[in-house]
């Protein structure tokens, strides 16, 4: 790509809905908020769980051990706090630019250090018991955050950890109970991250939104409505 292009911050998020549907990830990141898939409703009682454990996790981290429920399934010590404090964050998180100056930049919960390798970590919460392959949709995420570390010069390892807090009962003074279940997943491999990193850009840099995806709902849904005014208008 030419120096004298439009640069472009993605992140495993935005990556994630260019592997879903190329179509959406153009409207996504070319158009902005007015053409971007239709949001549920969302709840802040995920980011303030999200916020808790971390402050748990760091508690464990002045001491230099993991929480008891974690510690038989996880394998390795916490990175310094200084370090997570910074990779927590979009402005100062990890961050990859290659030489055309397009960059890839993500926020980690938490991380491992195991026999000299850095293992990223992810919380999950959850309502509802998992399913078999609930792991699976993780993979590429986890993945970028690997390639994002490689690429800061910390050396990895080709797995990841996701620990999914699944709420079970409540008790007295307002108390919730949590199964707690860890996952360790396999990760892709840095340049298969990279290519897909570079498939979307090449992407973006198309003039017209590509076709969509078959399988789409969101795509779907929008020529259904698209259908439907067209009818409407051809009746007047």
Same mark, same amino acid.
């Given at each position: 790509?030419?120096?004298?292009?439009?640069?472009?911050?993605?992140? @495993?998020?935005?990556?994630?809905?260019?592997?879903?549907?190329?179509?959406?990830?153009?409207?996504?990141?070319?158009?902005? !908020?007015?053409?971007?898939?239709?949001?549920?409703?969302?709840? *802040?009682?995920?980011?303030?769980?999200?916020?808790?454990?971390? *402050?748990? %996790?760091?508690?464990?981290?002045?001491?230099?051990?993991?929480? @008891?429920?974690?510690?038989?399934?996880?394998?390795?010590?916490?990175?310094?706090?200084?370090?997570? !404090?910074?990779?927590? %964050?979009?402005? +100062?998180?990890?961050?990859?630019?290659?030489?055309?100056?397009?960059?890839?930049?993500?926020?980690?919960?938490?991380?491992?250090?195991?026999?000299?390798? /850095?293992?990223?970590?992810? /919380?999950? +919460?959850?309502?509802?018991?998992?399913?078999?392959?609930? #792991? *699976?949709?993780?993979?590429?995420?986890?993945?970028?955050?690997? %390639?994002?570390? !490689?690429?800061?010069?910390?050396?990895?390892?080709?797995?990841?950890?996701?620990?999914?807090?699944?709420?079970?009962?409540?008790?007295?003074?307002?108390?919730?109970?949590?199964?707690?279940?860890?996952?360790?997943?396999?990760?892709?491999?840095?340049?298969?991250?990279?290519? +897909? %990193?570079?498939?979307?850009?090449?992407?973006?840099?198309?003039?017209?939104?590509?076709?969509?995806?078959?399988?789409?709902?969101?795509?779907?849904?929008?020529?259904?409505?698209?259908?439907? #005014?067209?009818?409407?208008?051809?009746?007047?």
């Amino acid at each position: 790509m030419s120096s004298s292009r439009k640069k472009f911050l993605l992140s @495993p998020y935005t990556l994630n809905i260019f592997l879903d549907c190329p179509r959406c990830f153009w409207f996504h990141v070319i158009k902005g !908020k007015e053409f971007r898939r239709p949001e549920p409703p969302t709840s *802040s009682l995920p980011v303030g769980m999200d916020n808790i454990i971390k *402050s748990y %996790f760091d508690q464990y981290r002045k001491i230099n051990s993991l929480p @008891p429920e974690v510690s038989s399934t996880l394998k390795g010590k916490l990175i310094e706090q200084s370090l997570i !404090k910074d990779w927590r %964050f979009w402005k +100062t998180g990890l961050k990859f630019t290659d030489t055309d100056g397009q960059t890839l930049c993500g926020a980690l919960d938490e991380c491992l250090i195991s026999e000299g390798l /850095y293992i990223p970590v992810d /919380y999950k +919460t959850r309502g509802f018991d998992l399913k078999e392959d609930s #792991h *699976s949709y993780y993979i590429f995420q986890m993945s970028c955050y690997n %390639f994002l570390i !490689k690429k800061n010069n910390y050396p990895v390892s080709d797995y990841a950890y996701l620990i999914f807090y699944i709420s079970q009962a409540i008790k007295g003074e307002g108390l919730v109970k949590f199964k707690i279940e860890v996952k360790k997943i396999n990760t892709l491999k840095p340049d298969k991250v990279y290519e +897909t %990193f570079r498939k979307a850009l090449e992407t973006l840099e198309l003039k017209e939104p590509p076709p969509a995806s078959k399988d789409c709902q969101f795509c779907l849904w929008a020529q259904r409505i698209i259908e439907s #005014h067209k009818k409407q208008l051809r009746l007047f």
